[in-house]
């Protein structure tokens, strides 16, 4: 697989690992991998890989019969998946999918886990990408971030950035539809929806919410700013957080809600 070099990593697969590993643990991933059902000698394209620990999973139920590409945004990313592992994995932004030739309509099926929601530029560009890579039937599977998806922070973030006198609108880099949007998205781009649904998760975090913010905020709300005036309003996030989301014990929560769906491209 050939590499299609970004400029601006905003990606620590470091700081990924260490406070949002439960992305694709076991016990939150099931559920869309139940509904994903790989098979061997299947053809797969993971739409925002990551670190690649889901993909090593999928190439290991495909065997060598069949393939599994992944594919993200970040070159950290990627290199940390080759490092776990990963056979087929190269930088592609999702919201204007590179394949190589040969690849287009090749596919049984594409995958993506948490990370559709970070494609805002142009969600209908990543699933026009995901229709030219899937063969007629191919179906789509995925889970991303939906409406409501970290309500309490997400607001706390906003008003903060309002009180230092940032604008955190162009900022956002989140995109959290509801049902009746993204399926409306997926059936005006071709796709037959077989299931979607929102599923609230309450998820405990590895740390605090300043770990998540260092993970996912600092480098989007936060990212032109100098590390003190960035630390600072972090931790007036958290202040504001706490009593919504820290119990009597101190651990930390936040409520997710997931938009997960299965569509397919008509025979």
Known sequence: MSSFALKDDKWSAADYNQHASFVYSAKFTSAVLDMLAAK?????????CGSGELTVDLEKVVGKEGLVVGTDISANMIETAKANGCSNVYVSDGCDLQ?????????????SNAALHWMKGDPAGVLRGVKRALKRGGRFVGEMGGLLNIVGLRSAIHQVCRRHGVDPGPLDPWYFPSVEEYKELLESNGFQ???ISLNP???PLPGSVIGFLITFVRRSFFDKLPDEQAEKMMQEVEDLCEIDMRDSSGKWSLMYVRLRFSAKVPK
């Open 40 to 48: 061997p000698g299947e053809r797969i394209i993971d739409i925002g």
């Open 99 to 111: 394949l190589e030739k040969g690849l287009e309509h090749t596919f049984d099926a594409a995958f």
């Open 193 to 195: 929806v077989d299931q």
């Open 201 to 203: 998760r309450i998820t």
